[in-house]
């Protein structure tokens, strides 16, 4: 029997649904027209291709621009476990909103186009399995699913690669990140995830938003403790633009 909350969620996405059927078809990041062509694509593929990419010369670990041989400001302190993250767009305002409706609106399908835009990400292009970040058990709750399960089964969809969720999770609640220092982050984070069964497998790690990158280096050091040969990660898209 699902939680009034997951109902509810049900409902929500049910009804945007129900709206986006009945209105012609606009994009929901500009409200242009969506060219039949484009089928029932959330997203146009005007904005898509206005969202910005991650390109290089990048840190190889994290992913993040690299100058020259300065040492990466990121990832100088990351314990082992994470080999390589990399993302698809910067974190401007038109893929904000797209992470924001994912989240936040219920608009799960615009799930669809990030995807799209992280296919070729170079942790995809080997033999792994992905791994959607799992949220908290009151947090997926309260949402109705995880958004990271959504990119993930997308991902999956159109790269053939298989989805192995059950092999991670999350053991201890924890709090929002958005305040916290970098340092903060990571003691939030420590213990906070559970994993078994991962000995041997190449695994890449799908989230929305890279911003420090304290959960997934978290998850890997979980993956990495059950035996999991390689854990990289992939992100639809990137918050810190580097100054300077
Ligand atoms: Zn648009
Ligand atoms: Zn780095």
């Known amino acids: 029997m ?49 969202w910005r990419p991650v390109v290089g010369p990048l840190c190889h670990r994290c992913g993040q621009p690299a100058f020259g041989d300065l040492e990466c400001r990121i990832c100088a302190a990351w314990p082992p476990g994470l080999t390589s993250v990399r993302s698809a767009v910067w974190l401007e305002p038109s893929a904000r909103r797209a992470v924001h409706f994912l989240k936040y609106e219920g608009w799960w399908r615009v799930a669809e186009a990030m995807a799209e835009a992280m296919r070729t990400l ?59 220092t970098p340092e903060a982050r990571q003691a939030n984070l420590t213990g906070a995830f559970g994993c078994h069964g991962a000995a041997g497998m190449a695994l890449v790690l799908v989230d929305d938003v890279f911003t420090t990158g304290a959960t997934l280096v978290a998850a890997a050091a979980a993956l990495t403790a059950a035996g999991a040969a390689r854990v990289e990660a992939v992100t639809f898209a990137r918050a810190m633009e580097p100054v300077g």
Request: proline share 6%; aromatic share 4%; charged share 30%.
């Open 2 to 50: 699902p939680r009034f909350a997951e109902r509810l969620a049900g409902w929500r996405e049910s009804l945007a649904e129900l709206e986006r059927w009945l209105l012609p078809a606009a994009c929901l990041l500009c409200d242009a027209p969506v060219a039949g062509r484009e089928g029932d694509a959330l997203v146009c593929s005007l904005c898509r291709a206005r």
């Open 122 to 180: 170079e942790p995809l292009t080997g033999q792994v399995s992905l791994i959607p970040v799992p949220l908290g058990a009151r947090r997926a709750r309260d949402r109705g699913y995880n958004q990271s399960e959504r990119i993930g089964a997308e991902l999956g969809r159109r790269t053939g690669l298989p989805i192995r969720r059950e092999l991670l999770r999350r053991v201890r609640e924890t709090r929002t990140q958005t305040a916290l």
